[in-house]
């Protein structure tokens, strides 16, 4: 008594030419879920308050590197905490690299002058030169 395949080769086998593709897609809708949830959360800055002041924004030609300050009184370089003695060392590297090295400092409105002045005395015997204080623009109520 002999059986013959429904495709009748005989009792020989042939693959089938197809992909399940449900696992592929269960992965990619897992993978898409973990990107939107973690997306935001890798764009955000430090929160700070800037002053408002009526002065324009300078035009840039490159991307400055940005010291900021937030109300604790913690210091970052580029969204990164450091330490003043840290800060100071990073800063000496990046002036060796690029000796005409641009900064910004931001610094929140309720951070007491006398850091923000110690910092930029800091800053200055680093060697930073080139010094931008960043703002807010403030509204109009009439006046000027």
């Known amino acids: 008594m002999g059986f013959s395949s429904p495709n009748g080769s005989n009792g020989k086998r042939r693959y089938a030419a197809e992909i399940n593709v449900t696992p592929l897609v269960d992965v990619m809708l897992v993978l898409l879920i973990i990107f939107m949830?973690?997306?935001p959360m890798m764009t955000r800055?430090?929160?700070?308050?800037?002053?408002?002041?009526?002065?324009?924004?300078?035009?840039?030609?490159?991307?400055?590197?940005?010291?900021?300050?937030d109300k604790k009184g913690q210091i970052y370089l580029d969204s990164h905490a450091m330490d003043r003695a840290a800060l100071k060392a990073r800063l000496i590297l990046l002036r060796k690299k690029d000796p005409k090295l641009r900064l910004l400092?931001?610094?929140d409105r309720a951070v007491p002058y006398g850091i923000v002045a110690g910092l930029m005395a800091e800053l200055k015997e680093a060697g930073i030169e080139e010094l931008g204080l960043v703002t807010r623009p403030t509204e109009k109520k009439g006046g000027f």
């Open 45 to 69: 800055g430090i929160k700070i308050d800037l002053p408002a002041t009526t002065a324009k924004p300078l035009p840039q030609k490159t991307k400055p590197v940005t010291i900021t300050i």
């Open 37 to 39: 949830i973690t997306a």
């Open 105 to 107: 400092l931001k610094a």
